[in-house]
């Protein structure tokens, strides 16, 4: 079941699109993920978009509680997961761990983003859980 997506994060994530595009446009490919990230930072910053990096998101099983076991590119928001790659191949298991960042973090909607592609539009996926 999938839950609605409110305006707000839909305008938000137009701009995640946007800030994808400007960056891929002015860099290219090729570049390590860590680039990418900081770029992606700078204009989440730019644009006043608030944001984390590098966000711990802690697991729990039962009683058992994993405190560091999933950490999140960019947490935007604090309702939206971007996930960056800068990879030449692309991975389905990509998708399956932003699906599960999604339902373990309880939130609905995220982006997966590769920049290591010739058109940055192949390297976008929108995901909603």
């Given at each position: ?5 409110t305006i707000h994060d839909e305008k938000i ?100 983003i590769n920049f290591n592609v010739p058109l940055?539009?192949?390297g976008i996926k929108r995901m909603v859980l």
């Open positions: 079941m999938t839950t609605a997506i994530g137009k701009q995640i699109v946007d800030i994808a595009y400007s960056i891929h446009k002015a860099l290219g490919a090729g570049l390590l993920e860590k680039i990418y990230e900081a770029c992606f930072c700078y204009e989440l910053t730019k644009r006043q978009i608030p944001f984390l990096t590098q966000q711990k998101v802690p697991i729990v099983y039962d009683n058992l509680k994993f405190e560091e076991a999933l950490r999140l590119d960019i947490l935007v928001n604090n309702t939206i997961i971007i996930e960056l790659k800068a990879q030449e191949n692309y991975h389905p298991v990509w998708e399956a761990q932003l699906l599960s960042y999604l339902r373990l973090s309880g939130l609905h909607l995220g982006y997966l940055i539009k192949g």
